[in-house]
């Protein structure tokens, strides 16, 4: 397995290759344009940062979409913004070229999951066929928040055959299934929710986990990241997790609310609790 995090890179993409092994990260998750704009990515600046990224001989890269996005959203304008979106971002993602192209499951209006999980299919669909074979889209599970696509693996299994893509991957958060009630700090709990993986046939769609320890309690529906060993699924359930043999070979990066010397320690923990 590779250890890393989501960087924020305040002084630009020029600065990700140092801060990536200033922290020593194994792999990385960053955003590479504003995550709060739908302005989307420049090319020429991908293809430069690319250049750079991988002279550095950090690791696999991996984008996150920006939050404006909603590929399932009830809003025909925001719908078409964020189709047009995920297309520039995988088009800038070949260009670095980038490991994946992480995007939230999405959501719709209440009582209307059928219609919801219609759109977000259709929007993934159309993404896949624009997306570089160098890079894979992933699909990221949501917390079990209201009018969630996607928050249980069931649900997963669902969107995936209305996508019917075999290169969709699939990102799972320990936070957003504790969120959404998988009992993530137990050992049982932990076994429990990798047999419902493979038993929903997506063992071998799982390419990347978000390891964030979660700050409300299991089943609470909220979002809220906490470091690792602070949150209510603590140390005992991030080891059950680092010592299945599904994540044996997997791409691991951290989320949570931490500055330089946090994160250097919360890597260090999660190599120490790693087999």
């Not at 200033?22 to 990260?25: E, L, M, P, R, S």
């Not at 602070?230 to 010592?243: N, T, Y």
């Given at each position: 397995m590779r250890l890393g995090a989501h960087l924020r890179t305040p002084g630009g993409l020029r600065t990700a290759v140092e801060t990536a092994r200033?922290?020593?990260?194994d792999v990385v998750q960053m955003f590479i344009s504003n995550p709060r704009a739908w302005a989307g990515p420049r090319m020429d600046t991908a293809e430069a940062f690319g250049t750079a990224w991988h002279e550095g001989g950090i690791g696999p890269l991996y984008v996150h979409a920006p939050y404006l996005v909603n590929v399932a959203s009830p809003n025909p304008e925001f719908l078409t913004k964020s189709l047009d979106l995920c297309r520039r971002s995988v088009a800038a993602c070949g260009a670095i070229p980038a490991a994946g192209f992480v995007v939230h499951a999405g959501a719709g209006g209440p009582g209307e999951r059928a219609a919801a999980v219609e759109r977000a299919a259709a929007v993934l669909a159309a993404t896949l066929t624009e997306t570089p074979d160098t890079t894979r889209v992933l699909v990221e599970l949501m917390a079990g928040t209201s009018g969630a696509v996607a928050s249980t693996l069931a649900e997963a299994r669902d969107l995936f055959d209305a996508v019917d893509d075999g290169r969709l991957g699939l990102v799972l958060d320990t936070c957003h299934l504790f969120a959404t009630g998988y009992a993530l700090d137990t050992a049982e709990g932990v076994a429990a929710c990798f047999e419902e993986l493979a038993s929903e046939g997506l063992a071998d769609r799982l390419a990347l986990i978000h390891l964030n320890d979660a700050k409300h309690e299991r089943g609470s529906r909220r979002d809220r990241h906490e470091r690792i060993g602070?949150?209510?699924?603590?140390?005992?359930?991030?080891?059950?997790?680092?010592?299945r043999p599904e994540v044996a070979d997997l791409d691991l990066v951290l989320e949570t609310p931490s500055d330089r010397d946090q994160r250097i320690a919360e890597l260090d923990t999660l190599r120490r609790l790693a087999p």
């Open positions: 200033d922290i020593g990260a602070e949150g209510r699924i603590g140390l005992d359930g991030f080891s059950a997790i680092l010592h």
